[in-house]
């Protein structure tokens, strides 16, 4: 059944293109089966594979199938391959799973879009690269699909491509991830120049071979791939275009903003770990990129009105939550999370979609409420995903993921109390900022009317994820001890007068503590949140986390004006100035000659008489 | 038979060639600046007689005959041309006819 793994990422990129050749010409339900059909086969294969993974392991718990050798230049020989062990296995099974249901969604959602096969096109083709980024054996090919997921990601958000905002949404995030993209780029250079070859597992052996830990070549190498995973993860300080990202289409924030793309920083990392644990200077950036984002969006998100806005953050805090464990040493504990998170986020975005299209494209949750009873397959669902984003204890999947990073972040091998604090707060703004949410959305009088219900197609993938939402925190020992073969375990080192009963402990009131705040500011005495936001500090740090800690205008400042300046300035390009120097030259040189060719036969004599005593002189006085 | 030293006959032929061309870029009528060409092409010949003379080579007076020849046909040529230009501009001025002026 290994041998079907090439199908994964074929089947969908053959439909992307399929779909991408005919335009707008196949009848929606041929577009359909086609979009959502080879997704679906993509998922069942994907099972098999890992079905047979799991009933008869392959030697060394991976499995790599060569499809041919993409180059062979002077010792650089790439391959097409694809690998599959615990690690890509757990996200391929997610994106393909995930990305089934959301499709299912979408065949529903963008029933009335003009761009129908366009979005299906786009979509699936999101999936042939993630799936190539996750499976590609080399980091040449894993850089391969990472472009072509930041390329789909571009598309998708600038899908609505007449309101001029949703363009530059899109050019800033493709902007602002080619950034990491070009440090990704340089660290790849830097690791082939060094070790010769970019073949993820040779890299890892020689890397741990020939460099011993701490070495400066190792710690650049990390800090680069570093700042790929950041560009692509939204992680501080490359984290402005998420926010924006969410001017797509519903389904791709669920899909790509928010399961599987921003994810790619957290695979990348968990895939070179032997490089990390070399450099502790940048395994300790990644805990600190993580800890602060996490705070940082956490604050961020209590404070938007859009909802879709704030869930992006909420996105960005959790995705900090994984960066934390990465940089800890907690490779496993990530990669739970990511699980986890994978379900109950797509769940959160695929609800706010359905909340925003009943209500007429309301985004503001200040102008709705009261939707309990309107919508209450949404309300059940959001309910539940929301309860596994903030971590109800001891039931969800959320909480056991969160914890487990808590926990881990004070003591694994690289953790640090400071992180465990770090971790506690963002569970309380998580518990916050989820619950404001819930109680502004479902609860109290009603807000914007509903226009619209929703469909099976709609219903059954909120179903689905609302399962595994609340299930998948059962998946927790079973998981973990899958990964055992791809990731090390956590080393656990100085428990520091802690224990992991105790740090649930903490969570879980931490949790009640941010519950209870939410139902007093925005359900008991809604008075309380608007006087908070009124009086003078309150405004001000409203508004600054409101602009998500001003990070927009700072690059507005530092590097988009400057820019615009000094293109302004240089509008008449200044290398031009070089090219008409030389066409003067050639025009003034074409006036003088011009002027010689006077039409007098004496003058032309005289010409001639003159060149040949120079010449002659310059012959005989040589 | 006495021989002409060399250097005589060579700076005859460059007075003569001179003369030649002065006259050449002084005149201006046509059939005046065909006589100076003339009499640059005699210049030329009696240069490679002298020098021919000098190394008792009869390639001199070769290239001498050469030259009589195409001062020949130039003079053909030269001299219909000038009837031609006559007939057309009613003049030999050769400053007039600069028509071809870039």
Known sequence: MLELLWLIPALPFASALVLMLSGSRFPQKAATALGVGSIGISALLTLLVAASFFIAPPADHSYTQLLWT????????PDIALRLDALSLVMVLVVTFVGFLIHVYSAEFMMEDEGYSRFFAYMNLFVASMITLLLGDNLLLLMLGWEGVGLCSYLLIGFWYREPANGHAARKAFVVTRVGDTLMLIGLLLLFTQLGTLQIQDLMQRASERWPAGSGYAVAAALLLLGGAVGKSAQLPLQVWLPDAMAGPTPTSALIHAATMVTAGVYLIARTHVLFSLAPAAQFAVAFVGAATLLLAGFSALTQHDIKRALAYSTVSQIGYMFLALGVGAWQAALFHFFTHAFFKALLF?????????????HSIFKMGGLRKELPVAFWTFLIAGCSLAGLPFLTAGFFSKDLIIWEAWSADHGHPGFWIAGIVGALLTSLYTFRLIFRVFFGPLGTPVTKRLGYAMTIPLAVLALFSFGAGYLKAPL?????SALPATMEAHAGGMTETGSEAVAAVVFLVGLYFAYLFHLQKRSLAEAAVLNPLGSLLHRWWFAGWGFDWIYDKVFVQPFIWAAQVNKSDFIDAFYSGVAWLADLFYRGLSRTESGRLR???????VGSVVFLAMVLFR | ?????MTNGLLLAGILFT???TSLLVRRN???VLMSLEVMLNAAGLAFVVAGARWHQADGQVMFLFILAMAASEV???LALAVEIHRRFKSLDVDTLSNMRG
Do not use: P, R, S
């Open chain 1, 70 to 77: 993409w180059l062979n230049v002077g010792g650089f020989k």
């Open chain 1, 350 to 362: 695929l609800c706010a979609g359905v909340i925003i299209n009943a209500l007429h494209e309301e």
């Open chain 1, 480 to 484: 973990l001890n899958f990964l055992h």
């Open chain 1, 603 to 609: 003058w032309y004599a005289a010409g001639m008489a």
């Open chain 2, 1 to 5: 038979m006495t021989e002409v030293a």
């Open chain 2, 19 to 21: 003369l030649g061309l």
């Open chain 2, 30 to 32: 046509l059939i005046f």
């Open chain 2, 76 to 78: 053909a040529v030269g």
